[in-house]
C-alpha cells in the first residue's frame, strides 16, 4: 500500500518535473518491476440480468490475469446488502462458478471479488458490477377502498388501492366499467392507488385493477381483481326555468313551462310554484319535467319558479314572469352597409324591429319570397325577441325588394309585415341626397368666398394707386405705405388659404 503510493508519488513527480508521457511510463515501469507485490487482475463476473425466484441459475467469474501456482479465493456479493452469495476457488486459472437457487434477496448489484489465498502481499480486486432483477409472479390482486366507503356523495374523495399478495415489479392498470382508466386533473394514479378529488357521478361505475409484470421484455404474469362497485350521488343543480306558448284553439292558449336541471342523482322530484302556492309536482326519471297551465294572453299572471329535489338536495330556479305579450306594430326596418375598396357598398345589415312582443318570430322577404336561414348571399341572425338581422353581401343575386314580418311563434296568423325598401348596388352607391346637398352648398359657398376675396383684392389695388399718387403729391414715404400694403394682401392671402383649406375638408 505505502509502495503503491509512493510510486505514484514518484511518477506524479517527474510528470511535474520533466512533464513527459515517456518518462512516466518509464517511471511506472520501473515501479511495477520494483515492487514484490504481485498484481491480481480485474475479475468479470457473467451471468443473467434477469432471473425468476426460484430459479437455479449460474453466474461465473474469471480471472483474466491469473497469477501462477497462487490459488485465488472468488467471492461472490450483492453490494447492495453486503450479503455474501457463493464462494469459489480458482488455483490454475479456471473460473469461478456460482450456483444460485433464486432468492428475492439476489437481486441488487452483484460483483466477484478476488483475493489471493496466501498472498498477504496481494491486494484483492473486485469486478465491475452487474445487475440483477429477480421476478416474482403477480398473485391476488384486489382493490382496497381509502375511506372503506363505496356510496359517496358528490364532491368527497375517493381512494383505492389495488393490493397484490405476491409479485414484483409490478405494473397496475385501472378500469371502470370495463374501460382503461387515464389521468385528468381531478383523478390521480400513481404506483397501486387511484386518486379522485372531488367525485361526480361520472364515477359511478365497477372499479378493477390489473396488476402485471414482465420478464425477457414480455408479460410474466397478470392479476386481475374482482369488481368494486363504487356509487355518488350527485346533488341536483339549480334547474333551468322556460315557458313555450301552445294555442289550444283559437281562444285558448296555454303556457307549457320546462324545469330542467342539467347533473343530480336520479329521479329527480320537480314542484312548480306561484308566489303564493304548489302549482304542480312530478317526479321525473330524466332531470326534466314540463308542465301545462291555462294561460291569457297579454295579462301578466304571476311568477312561477321550479324546486328540483332528489334526496341530496333542493334547488330552485330563478322566478319568471308568466306574461306574454303578443306582438303589435309597427314593425321597422332599416340597415347600415359595409363599404369595401373604391369606396362600393358590399355589405348590408338589415335590421327588423317591432314594437311589442315577448314571443316575435320574425321572418325575412326578397322580391316576397320567404329568405330561410341563410342562403348564397346572405344569413338570418335571430335574437328574440328584440330583432332580427339580415346579413347580406351586395351583388347580382341581392337585388330586389326587401321587407320582414313578425308574427307570434305561437299563431302566424298574427304577421305584420313592415315597409318594403327596394336594394340594389345602384341605389346603394348612389350618393344621398343630404350629401348631394352639403357638396353642392360647400361648392356654392366656395365660389362665393372666391368672388369676394377677389373684390377684396381688387379694392385694395385700387386703393394702393390711390395712396401711392397721393404720397408723390404730398412728398411722402413711401417705403411705409409699400410695406403696409403688402401686409394686408398676405393677411388676405392667409385668409383665403384658411378658408379653402376648411371646405376641402368637408368634401367626403
Ligand atoms: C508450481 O507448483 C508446483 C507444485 O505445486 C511446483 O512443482 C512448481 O515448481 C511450481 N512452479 C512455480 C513456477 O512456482
Ligand atoms: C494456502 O493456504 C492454505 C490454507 O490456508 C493451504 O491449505 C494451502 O496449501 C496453501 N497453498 C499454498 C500454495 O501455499
Ligand atoms: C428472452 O426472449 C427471447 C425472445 O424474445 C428468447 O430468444 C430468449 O431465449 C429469452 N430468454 C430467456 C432467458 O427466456
Ligand atoms: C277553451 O278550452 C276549454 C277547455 O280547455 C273549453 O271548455 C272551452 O270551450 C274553450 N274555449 C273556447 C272558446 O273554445
Ligand atoms: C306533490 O307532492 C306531494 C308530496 O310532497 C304529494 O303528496 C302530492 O300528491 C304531489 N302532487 C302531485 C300533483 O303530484
Ligand atoms: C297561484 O296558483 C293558484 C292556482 O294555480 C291560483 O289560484 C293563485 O291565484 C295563484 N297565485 C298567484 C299569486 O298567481
Ligand atoms: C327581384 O325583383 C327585381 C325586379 O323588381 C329583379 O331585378 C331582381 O332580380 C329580383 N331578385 C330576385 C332575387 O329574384
Ligand atoms: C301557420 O301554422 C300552421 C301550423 O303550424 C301551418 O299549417 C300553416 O301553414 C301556417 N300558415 C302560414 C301562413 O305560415
Not at 269 to 285: G, P, Q
Not at 406 to 427: M, P, R
Not at 466 to 482: K, N, P, S
Amino acid at each position: 500500500m505505502l509502495e503503491v503510493s509512493s510510486c505514484m508519488k514518484v511518477s506524479h513527480f517527474s510528470l511535474r518535473m520533466f512533464a513527459s508521457l515517456l518518462v512516466v511510463t518509464l517511471g511506472l515501469c520501473y515501479c511495477r518491476t520494483d515492487s514484490n507485490q504481485t498484481f491480481l487482475g480485474i475479475p468479470q463476473l457473467f451471468g443473467p440480468s434477469e432471473a425468476l425466484l426460484g430459479e437455479i441459475v449460474v453466474f461465473k467469474c474469471v480471472m483474466p490475469n491469473h497469477p501462477k501456482n497462487e490459488s485465488v479465493l472468488l467471492q461472490l456479493y450483492n453490494k447492495d446488502n453486503d450479503k455474501r452469495l457463493g464462494e469459489s476457488t480458482s488455483l490454475s486459472g479456471e473460473a469461478g462458478t456460482f450456483t444460485l437457487l433464486i432468492k428475492l434477496s439476489h437481486e441488487g448489484n452483484l460483483e466477484c471479488l478476488a483475493r489471493a489465498q496466501n498472498n498477504s502481499h496481494t491486494m484483492p480486486t473486485v469486478s465491475r458490477t452487474h445487475h440483477l432483477r429477480v421476478v416474482e409472479g403477480v398473485k391476488e390482486a384486489q382493490i382496497f377502498v381509502g375511506s372503506g366507503q363505496v356510496e359517496l356523495s358528490e364532491d368527497e374523495n375517493l381512494e383505492l388501492l389495488c393490493e397484490i399478495t405476491a409479485g414484483n415489479h409490478v405494473s397496475y392498470k385501472w378500469q371502470q366499467n370495463g374501460q382503461p382508466i387515464s389521468p385528468s386533473p381531478s383523478l390521480h394514479l400513481s404506483d397501486n392507488s387511484l386518486f379522485i378529488s372531488r367525485t361526480t357521478s361520472e364515477n359511478i361505475g365497477y372499479y378493477t385493477c390489473m396488476a402485471t409484470n414482465y420478464y425477457n421484455q414480455t408479460v410474466f404474469s397478470t392479476s386481475t381483481s374482482p369488481d368494486v362497485e363504487i356509487t355518488v350521488e350527485d346533488v341536483v343543480s339549480a334547474p333551468d326555468i322556460s315557458f313555450t306558448v301552445l294555442k289550444e284553439d283559437s281562444y285558448n292558449y296555454s303556457a307549457v313551462v320546462t324545469c330542467e336541471s342539467t347533473i343530480g342523482t336520479l329521479p329527480v322530484t320537480f314542484s312548480l310554484y306561484n308566489r303564493t302556492e304548489l302549482v304542480a309536482n312530478v317526479t321525473s326519471d330524466n332531470r326534466r319535467a314540463i308542465f301545462k297551465l291555462p294561460l291569457v294572453l297579454d295579462q301578466y299572471s304571476g311568477e312561477l319558479q321550479c324546486n328540483a329535489d332528489n334526496g341530496a338536495q333542493v334547488a330552485h330556479s330563478q322566478w319568471v314572469p308568466l306574461e306574454v305579450v303578443s306582438v303589435g306594430g309597427p314593425v321597422t326596418m332599416h340597415y347600415d352597409s359595409d363599404i369595401g375598396e373604391n369606396f362600393a357598398v358590399i355589405g348590408l345589415r338589415l335590421y327588423c324591429k317591432v314594437a311589442k312582443g315577448s314571443h316575435p318570430r320574425y321572418q325575412w322577404f326578397l322580391n316576397k319570397t320567404l329568405l330561410h336561414d341563410k342562403g348564397s348571399f346572405y344569413y338570418v341572425v335571430d335574437q328574440p325577441p328584440e330583432q332580427s338581422i339580415l346579413l347580406l353581401s351586395v351583388g347580382r343575386s341581392s337585388a330586389g325588394t326587401y321587407h320582414c314580418q313578425v308574427s307570434d311563434s305561437f299563431d302566424n296568423t298574427t304577421a305584420i309585415s313592415s315597409w318594403e325598401q327596394y336594394l340594389d348596388k345602384e341605389v346603394l352607391n348612389r350618393p344621398p341626397v343630404y350629401v348631394v346637398a352639403v357638396v353642392f352648398g360647400c361648392f356654392t359657398a366656395l365660389i362665393l368666398l372666391v368672388s369676394v376675396c377677389c373684390i377684396g383684392v381688387v379694392y385694395n389695388r385700387g386703393l394702393e394707386m390711390e395712396r401711392r399718387v397721393v404720397a408723390y403729391e404730398g412728398e411722402l414715404d413711401l417705403r411705409e405705405y409699400g410695406e403696409d400694403a403688402g401686409v394686408v394682401r398676405s393677411a388676405r392671402g392667409g385668409e383665403f388659404d384658411q378658408t379653402s383649406e376648411a371646405s376641402a375638408d368637408e368634401w367626403p
